[in-house]
């Protein structure tokens, strides 16, 4: 089950200089099935790969950069504190969007979400239809690589709809707490669906975990 502290998708970047000793070193999560699990929807081979190259590369990247930030920190290098933050919002970004996203998949997952968050999507979209038509013309349209999102607005109590370039992450960027990302960068898909995302985005529905979507609405619409 998800705590309140869901709704806070990352804790800071850069922790207080006295934690510079006893840092906690950010990790590479497990994921909570086999590699094989979500075929045919997602190969085998592309998890693999998404997870243990390309998540773990952000780990390694974000512990290595924020390294470099404490020391400029410690040594009062405001220069080269600025120069880290676009490789702290990358790095870091991309790892709280792939931990986010292994948890909105699941090989029991598909079909539609039930009780509340399902009224709430019909409350705020019209319809489960136009919001699952939605998000991925919201996905399919980023330019490049980056994201689709279903986030919560707490201010305003309703369901919104959102892209995110590269790694950019949601929350850090719109406000919005992360509640369904889709990965619309081409190491998501490209191996099985080479550069049609469309058909990507129309297989990904099959293995939505709409249980763990629900969670995280009801941790955070309080």
Same mark, same amino acid.
């Given at each position: 089950?998800?705590?309140?502290?869901?709704?806070?998708?990352?804790?800071?970047?850069?922790?207080?200089?006295?934690?510079?000793?006893?840092?906690?070193?950010?990790?590479?999560?497990?994921?909570?099935?086999?590699?094989?699990?979500?075929?045919?929807?997602?190969?085998?081979?592309?998890?693999?790969?998404?997870? /243990?190259?390309?998540?773990?590369?952000?780990?390694?990247?974000?512990?290595?950069?924020?390294?470099?930030?404490?020391?400029?920190?410690?040594?009062?290098?405001?220069?080269?504190?600025?120069?880290?933050?676009?490789?702290?919002?990358?790095?870091?970004?991309?790892?709280?969007?792939?931990?986010?996203?292994?948890?909105?998949?699941?090989? /029991?997952?598909?079909?539609?979400?039930?009780?509340?968050?399902?009224?709430? &999507?019909?409350?705020?979209?019209?319809?489960?239809?136009?919001?699952?038509?939605?998000?991925?013309?919201?996905?399919?349209?980023?330019?490049?690589?980056?994201?689709?999102?279903?986030?919560?607005?707490?201010?305003?109590?309703?369901?919104? &709809?959102?892209?995110?370039? /590269?790694?950019?992450?949601?929350?850090?960027?719109?406000?919005?707490?992360?509640?369904?990302? &889709?990965?619309?960068?081409?190491?998501?898909?490209?191996?099985?669906?080479?550069?049609?995302?469309?058909?990507?985005?129309?297989?990904?529905?099959?293995? &939505?975990?709409?249980?763990?979507?629900?969670?995280?609405?009801?941790?955070?619409?309080?």
């Amino acid at each position: 089950m998800l705590s309140r502290a869901a709704c806070s998708t990352s804790r800071k970047l850069a922790p207080a200089l006295g934690s510079l000793g006893s840092r906690q070193k950010y990790t590479l999560p497990d994921l909570p099935y086999d590699y094989g699990a979500l075929e045919p929807h997602i190969n085998a081979q592309i998890m693999q790969l998404h997870h /243990n190259k390309h998540h773990a590369a952000y780990v390694n990247n974000l512990n290595a950069t924020e390294d470099k930030y404490l020391e400029a920190l410690e040594k009062g290098d405001i220069s080269t504190q600025i120069a880290l933050q676009p490789a702290l919002k990358f790095n870091g970004g991309g790892h709280i969007n792939h931990t986010i996203f292994w948890t909105n998949l699941s090989p /029991n997952g598909g079909g539609e979400p039930k009780g509340e968050l399902m009224e709430v &999507i019909k409350r705020d979209f019209g319809s489960f239809a136009r919001f699952k038509e939605k998000l991925t013309a919201v996905s399919a349209g980023v330019q490049g690589s980056g994201w689709g999102w279903l986030g919560f607005n707490k201010e305003q109590g309703r369901l919104q &709809i959102a892209a995110c370039a /590269n790694q950019d992450p949601l929350q850090g960027t719109t406000g919005l707490i992360p509640l369904l990302g &889709i990965d619309v960068w081409e190491h998501a898909y490209y191996l099985q669906y080479k550069n049609v995302r469309p058909d990507y985005l129309k297989a990904i529905w099959n293995v &939505i975990n709409w249980d763990n979507v629900t969670e995280r609405y009801m941790a955070c619409k309080q």
